[in-house]
């Protein structure tokens, strides 16, 4: 059974840190990526980070110097520890898995996702 379940979203302020996880179950080729993608209000869905099995790490450029993606795999777990966070950066933030992946590169937020969480609200007041 497929299972996609983000947690640790919440509120906090301006130049606080957050640590969003997301389970992963079910995916069992070697070759796949995971993503965390938000979305804002007005504002389409979008990746923020994205890691493959090789630990490549890609960020989008709003978040590269405040985020970090990473994966504890013996877990099937996912991170993105957020820091630095300022209200552009309220919004949902969904974990995401794109199997047969390969490995990330120059167009790697050129996706198409297998299977998404739900979703965590996090929250960054003006």
């Known amino acids: 059974q497929v299972q996609v379940e983000e947690s640790g979203g919440g509120s906090v302020q301006a130049g606080g840190s957050l640590r969003l996880s997301c389970i992963t179950s079910g995916i069992f080729d070697n070759t796949y990526c995971l993503y965390w993608f938000r979305q804002s209000t007005g504002k389409k869905r979008e990746p923020v980070a994205a890691?493959?099995?090789?630990?490549?790490?890609m960020y989008d450029e709003s978040v590269k110097r405040r985020f970090t993606i990473s994966e504890d795999s013996a877990k099937h777990t996912l991170y993105l520890q957020m820091n630095s966070l300022n209200p552009e950066d309220t919004g949902t933030y969904y974990c995401?898995?794109?199997?047969?992946?390969?490995?990330?590169?120059?167009?790697?937020?050129?996706?198409?996702?297998?299977?998404w969480g739900r979703g965590t609200q996090v929250t960054v007041p003006s």
């Open positions: 995401a898995v794109r199997t047969y992946c390969g490995s990330l590169g120059a167009g790697w937020n050129l996706y198409s996702i297998d299977f």
């Open positions: 890691i493959d099995t090789l630990n490549t790490r």
